[in-house]
């Protein structure tokens, strides 16, 4: 038995019809707002919102963003859905910094000037900026590499390094990518590395009584942050200390619908923003929120270093990097290496504003040749006497003095103090997959897996040329399409030489390195002394041995043998390398034990 009661159409449904709108009514004249001037859907439902969000309604809506409720439904249906949206909303307001308003003000006015073709350079004259020129292992450079490392302790490394390797055919984080072959290295190994061997050295150089921990932060995002940490905790952080390392979740922001700026709305869920990566720039806005910096400021810190997630070659320049912005105190720092005309990377320019504004940025290589043609410069961006672009290239290496940047956070604008590198010693990034960088016209760089590893093989052989050692020169090879030189395959750790004079200092007398040859160094103190190297050697020593090696060594080596990057049938991470390690023969020894050794094979 069932009963069935009957209401007339009007009765309960009006009087809670006319309390609702009473209610919505009394919302919208508190607030000193016409009914007429916001959407209906969004009034139907004003009594489900707490003040704060209906404080980020009115934002909306002043904004331009009505029609992200026109296809909302009454109140009562589909409730949890539209508190969801504002929860999202409210976490967009605070990500940005000036909210979500000044986000959609900025993306408006960008939009505009981009419509009309309204230039962000209008009004400002191009030149070529002022700035030290370092040249690898002259007095000058050796004597800022040994500042730096005496700074490294005063300072804190942040790695911007939110993305996949999908671009590259890899589908595992960046970070988590092979930076050579040889010892099967990932980039996160070698930066992390890296850092405590600085860290070692600043406390050795200074003759500190204990070590200060370098902080390094990490910045991640949704699809990297799960996979980056697990990278770190299976490799037991690569020896570093977990508590040295923070990572930061980049936050996303709203996605544009159209050129007026309007926010998109995900095509299966009326109630949810797209969003999207934020970008690098949201790594200053995060440090900030995070309070790290200021951590940082009063545990005595001076210095904040950025660099990518992709550049193998990045910390052999970072010692005298350092030194440069201790020893002539600059606040912001810029590391720029030898650029090609038209290069595909950005060119650090002086721009000078009618109104007698200067400032020295990075111009995008794109933006730089119209530019200067505009300015009067026929040839636009063009090679110079020296074989490269006045304007050298940016490699988005900043540093940074703490408290200054601390205080100019939320500024922009002003001048930016930059020094040139030879390119060969501080920029080989990994960024193309192997069928791109197969199209790169002849002479330009590649910037794939294949480049970027064969790049560390030519610094490391050319700093022990340098060094006095005798290393046979390239061969011409070609991998996925792409001709690189190769030379000999010579790796160490960092701990084994973060510095020419500390690389210097233990080569020693007459060595030779042929081409074929491969040669791991992993121990701090290993000294090479006339030693003449046609195959492969592999020395692993700890700290508390000291190692000679020396006389003929000669095996039958490790040969690199080409595979296809569609070749299923090979590792993905080798693929997109175009070869793999054939390990026919090498001597390898391993000293665990403290003491001085002497490895020199009997004839």
Not at 39 to 48: A, D, F, H, Q, R
Not at 51 to 59: A, H, N, R, T, V
Not at 399 to 423: Q, R, S, W
Not at 535 to 551: P, R, T, Y
Request: a negative charge; one cysteine or more; aromatic letters at 8%.
């Amino acid at each position: 038995m069932f009963h069935l009661f009957i209401f007339e159409k009007s009765t309960i449904p009006a009087r809670m019809v006319s309390a609702t709108v009473d209610s919505e009514a009394d919302i919208l004249s508190n607030l000193n707002i016409n009914a007429g001037d916001w959407p209906s859907n969004l009034v139907k439902n004003l009594c489900l919102l707490s003040p704060d969000q209906i404080e980020l309604g009115k934002m909306l809506v002043e904004m331009g963003q009505s029609h992200l409720f026109q296809q909302w439904t009454d109140a009562g249906v589909e409730d949890d859905k539209k508190k969801a949206f504002f929860d999202q909303v409210a976490k967009l307001n605070t990500s940005y910094p000036g909210g979500l308003a000044s986000y959609i003000k900025n993306a408006r006015e960008l939009l505009a000037d981009s419509k009309v073709g309204k230039s962000p350079y209008d009004g400002f004259t191009p030149s070529v900026p002022t700035g030290e020129v370092l040249s690898f292992c002259d007095d000058n450079f050796i004597k800022y590499e040994e500042a730096g490392v005496k700074e490294a302790q005063n300072a804190a490394f942040v790695l911007v390094a939110g993305g996949l390797g999908e671009r590259l055919g890899y589908n595992g984080i960046k970070v988590a990518l092979l930076a050579e072959a040889t010892t099967g290295t990932c980039f996160l190994q070698l930066y992390i590395e890296a850092i405590l061997a600085l860290q070692e050295g600043s406390c050795r150089l200074t003759q500190g009584t204990f070590q200060k921990d370098i902080p390094f932060v990490i910045m991640t995002s949704d699809d990297t942050h799960t996979r980056t940490l697990e990278v770190l905790e299976s490799n037991s952080y690569f020896g570093m200390k977990p508590t040295q390392v923070k990572l930061l979740k980049q936050e996303k922001v709203a996605c544009l619908d159209d050129n007026d700026a309007r926010l998109a709305l995900d095509p299966h869920n009326k109630y949810q923003i797209q969003t999207k990566p934020h970008g690098h720039g949201d790594v200053h806005s995060l440090l900030y929120s995070s309070g790290l910096l200021k951590v940082w400021l009063d545990a005595g810190l001076r210095w904040v270093l950025f660099f990518q997630d992709t550049n193998g070659l990045l910390f052999k320049a970072i010692p005298a990097s350092l030194g440069v912005s201790a020893t002539k105190q600059y606040q912001v720092n810029s590391l720029a290496v030898q650029r090609k005309a038209k290069e595909a990377m950005g060119g650090i320019t002086r721009l000078t504003h009618s109104d007698g504004r200067s400032m020295v940025i990075n111009v995008e290589y794109n933006q730089l040749d119209p530019l200067l043609r505009a300015a009067g410069h026929p040839d636009g961006d063009a090679d110079c006497e020296t074989g490269y672009s006045p304007f050298p290239g940016n490699i988005n290496q900043l540093i940074l003095e703490l408290g200054p940047y601390i205080e100019e956070l939320t500024k922009t604008g002003g001048a930016i103090k930059e020094f040139v590198m030879d390119k060969w010693l501080a920029y080989a990034p990994v960024k193309n997959n192997p069928e791109d960088a197969s199209k790169v016209p002849k002479g330009n760089p590649y910037h794939s897996a294949t480049s970027g590893e064969m790049a560390i093989y030519r610094a490391n052989s050319l700093i022990l040329v340098k060094a006095g050692v005798q290393v046979e020169g390239p061969v011409q090879q070609v991998f996925n399409g792409q001709e690189v030189e190769v030379w000999p395959r010579i790796t160490w750790k960092p701990k084994w030489g973060l510095t020419f004079s500390e690389i210097k200092s233990k080569v020693r007398q007459s060595c030779s390195v042929s081409q074929r040859s491969t040669m791991v160094l992993k121990g701090r103190n290993i000294f090479l002394e006339d030693l003449s190297l046609d195959g492969a050697l592999i020395i692993n020593s700890i700290d508390g041995a000291e190692v000679k090696v020396e006389g003929s060594i000669q095996n039958k080596g490790w040969l690199l043998e080409r595979i296809h990057y569609k070749d299923s049938s090979s590792p993905e991470e080798l693929r997109i390398r175009g070869f793999k390690i054939n390990r026919l023969e090498q001597l390898e020894q391993t000293y665990s034990e403290t003491g001085k050794f002497i490895l020199k094979p009997q004839c």
